[in-house]
T-cell receptor, first 115, second 115 residues
Framework: GAGVSQSPSNKVTEKGKDVELRCDPI?????LYWYRQSLGQGLEFLIY????????KSGLPSDRFSAERTGGSVSTLTIQRTQQEDSAVYLC?????????????FGPGTRLTVL | AQTVTQSQPEMSVQEAETVTLSCTYD???????LFWYKQPPSRQMILVIR??????QNATENRFSVNFQKAAKSFSLKISDSQLGDTAMYFC????????????FGQGTRLTINP
C-alpha cells in the first residue's frame, strides 16, 4: 500500500476486555513504532521494532501491554484487561532505517475507548 | 532523558498573518534532530519541517521556517502567510541520532486560522 494503515479505526470496549490493534507498515520498512496519544496530549513512545532485533519495550506502561511483529511486517499491539485510562489514540509509524535520518511515516491511528 | 515543552496550548490568528509557535527542549546529546509535525482532525501526523542540530542554518520549507537556537535549546516554528488549511495541532519533537530514534513529543499547540 501507499502508506501505513491501521485497523480498526475506532474501537469501543468494556473495561476488563482484551483488545488487539493492528498496524500494516509501508512495504520494505524495517522499523516500526507504536505511540499513544491521550486526549489533548502529545504522543508518547510505547515500543520499537527493528528488523529481527529484540524490540525496545521501554515505553510500555504496564505488563498488560504487549506487541509483536510477525515476519518483519504486520504488527499487533495487545492490551489485556483494559482500563479506562487506556482510552487514547494509538498511532503506528514505520521507517526505512537506511541512513542517519529515517523519516517516520504515521498511520491514521486507532481511537480506543474503554467504557 | 529528553523532554520537549510547548508552552502555548492554543493560538489563533487571521488568515494571511504570520504566527510563531514556541518549543524548548532539554537534552545532554550533542547530535540530534528536531521536527515540527502537523496533526489535522484526520489524526494523520504530517512532517512539516526538520532541523539537524549540527546545522547552524535554519531550515525552511516554503511558508514554514524555524528559528533554531542550540545554546538556548529553543526551536520555534514560523508560519508565514497563514492559510485556513494550516489549522491543526502542531507538535514539536526530538530525536536522538543514535539508537532507536524514537520521537519525543511536546504537548502540542492547537492553531486556528480564522478567515
Amino acid at each position: 500500500g501507499a502508506g501505513v494503515s491501521q485497523s480498526p479505526s475506532n474501537k469501543v470496549t468494556e473495561k476488563g476486555k482484551d483488545v488487539e490493534l493492528r498496524c500494516d507498515p509501508i512495504s520494505g520498512h524495517t522499523a516500526l513504532y507504536w505511540y499513544r496519544q491521550s486526549l489533548g496530549q502529545g504522543l508518547e513512545f510505547l515500543i520499537y521494532f527493528q528488523g529481527n532485533s529484540a524490540p525496545d519495550k521501554s515505553g510500555l506502561p504496564s505488563d498488560r501491554f504487549s506487541a509483536e511483529r510477525t515476519g518483519g511486517s504486520v504488527s499487533t499491539l495487545t492490551i489485556q484487561r483494559t482500563q479506562q485510562e487506556d482510552s487514547a489514540v494509538y498511532l503506528c509509524a514505520s521507517s526505512s532505517n537506511r541512513g542517519p535520518y529515517n523519516e517516520q511515516f504515521f498511520g491514521p491511528g486507532t481511537r480506543l475507548t474503554v467504557l | 532523558a529528553q523532554t520537549v515543552t510547548q508552552s502555548q496550548p492554543e493560538m489563533s490568528v487571521q488568515e494571511a498573518e504570520t504566527v510563531t509557535l514556541s518549543c524548548t527542549y532539554d537534552t545532554s546529546e550533542n547530535n540530534y534532530y528536531l521536527f515540527w509535525y502537523k496533526q489535522p482532525p484526520s489524526r494523520q501526523m504530517i512532517l512539516v519541517i526538520r532541523q539537524e542540530a549540527y546545522k547552524q542554518q535554519n531550515a525552511t520549507e516554503n511558508r514554514f521556517s524555524v528559528n533554531f537556537q542550540k545554546a538556548a535549546k529553543s526551536f520555534s516554528l514560523k508560519i508565514s502567510d497563514s492559510q485556513l488549511g494550516d489549522t491543526a495541532m502542531y507538535f514539536c519533537a526530538f530525536m536522538k541520532l543514535q539508537g532507536a530514534q524514537k520521537l519525543v513529543f511536546g504537548q502540542g499547540t492547537r492553531l486556528t486560522i480564522n478567515p
